[in-house]
């Protein structure tokens, strides 16, 4: 597809459980962004990768979320010991090129994880 | 940090009206400001963005103005249609992130 791709679409999760989630980005897209998103709120920013490198992980909210990009293409954001707070849909960006903050981002449909 | 602030939180338009939404931002050195349309349980979809350099941008209904002495900006949609109903948010570039704002639902009430 030529979009940028998330899954799973949903995530049920009991809290403690740990979770990961998959983001394919648009092909050639050097720049990947996570950000978590809350009911009735705006996208936060989480992580962002250029490439391989992960060269921003300040939004990180704690030590339990992790991300990587191997390879530079497939991304996966993984969160250990979930709880309750971690509920949200996670949305996935991308962008093409590396120059700063000066690129549309391109958005996947998201992964809503519910936490029981 | 950067902060950015959207205003109204919810509009409500007649069918064929305009609607206006406001946002601000704090860091003056944002140069790059995107507007996402974003439907019940569907990705943000980019429908406008301008540059620092750039004082207005027009895309048939949609347009943006920025100012960036007074550090605001502004979604413009005229004529609207039931089918722009969705949330749409702001958003301003502060290094290689977005910072969004906090969304404003738009209904077109027919």
Do not use: M
Not at chain 1, 29 to 41: D, N
Not at chain 1, 58 to 70: I, K, N, Y
Not at chain 2, 23 to 47: H, V
Request: glycine share 8%.
């Amino acid at each position: 597809g030529a979009g940028v791709s998330q899954s799973p679409r949903y995530k049920v999760a009991k809290r403690g459980q740990d979770v990961a989630l998959r983001c394919d980005p648009i092909s050639g897209h050097v720049s990947l962004f996570w950000y978590q998103q809350a009911l009735g709120q705006g996208p936060e920013f989480l992580t962002y990768f250029q490439n391989e490198a992960q060269l921003d992980k300040s939004g990180l909210p704690s030590d339990r979320f992790f991300a990587e990009r191997p390879e530079g293409s497939v991304s996966t954001l993984k969160i250990q010991r979930t709880q309750q707070e971690d509920s949200a849909v996670y949305l996935c960006a991308s962008s093409l090129g590396v120059q700063r903050g000066n690129q549309p981002q391109h958005f996947g449909d998201g992964t809503r994880l519910s936490i029981l | 940090g950067e902060n950015v602030e959207q205003h109204p939180s919810t509009l409500s338009v007649q069918e064929g009206d305009s609607a206006v939404i406001k946002c601000t931002y704090s860091d003056s050195a944002s140069n790059y400001f995107p507007w996402y349309k974003q439907e019940l349980g569907k990705r943000p979809q980019l429908i406008i963005d301008i540059r620092s350099n750039v004082g207005e941008k027009k895309d048939q209904r949609i347009a943006v103005t920025l100012n960036k002495t007074a550090k605001h900006f502004s979604l413009h949609i005229t004529e609207t249609q039931p089918e722009d109903s969705a949330v749409y948010f702001c958003a301003a570039s502060v290094g290689q992130n977005f910072v969004f704002g906090p969304g404003t639902r738009l209904s077109v009430l027919p």
